[in-house]
């Protein structure tokens, strides 16, 4: 099992950028998808979550600005990242609940990709 992150890259404070990450590999199913960040010299912390039943939950810091959804068909989850701000940047990593057969469940990491907002 392997989740791919694509979507990173450079933007002014106020632009937007979505991430999208797909799972691959033998899958039975998958439960909560999410994404975190890691900011230089500070340590991983969670930006949303979204559930397989569609419940969602957000960081403080990104409240009203970022939104997390997923495609189930595609096993993939995505964020759309709004109203950007410089204290954003940080590398972003999809994060996986997933069984690969009944009642065996790993989490999985993605790769990380490159938020970098400029002021």
């Known amino acids: 099992v392997q989740l791919q992150a694509f979507g990173g890259g450079l933007v002014q404070a106020g632009g937007s950028l979505r991430l999208s990450c797909a799972a691959s590999g033998s899958i039975f199913s998958i439960d909560d998808m999410g994404w975190y960040r890691q900011a230089p010299g500070k340590q991983r912390e969670l930006v949303a979550v979204?559930?397989?039943?569609?419940?969602?939950n957000y960081a403080d810091s990104v409240k009203g600005r970022f939104t997390i959804s997923r495609d189930n068909a595609k096993n993939t989850v995505y964020l759309q990242m709004n109203n950007l701000k410089p204290e954003d940047t940080a590398v972003y990593y999809c994060n996986a609940e997933i069984s690969v057969s009944l009642g065996y469940v790993n989490e999985y990491w993605g790769q990380g990709t490159q938020v970098t907002v400029s002021s």
């Open positions: 979204a559930t397989s039943n569609g419940n969602t």
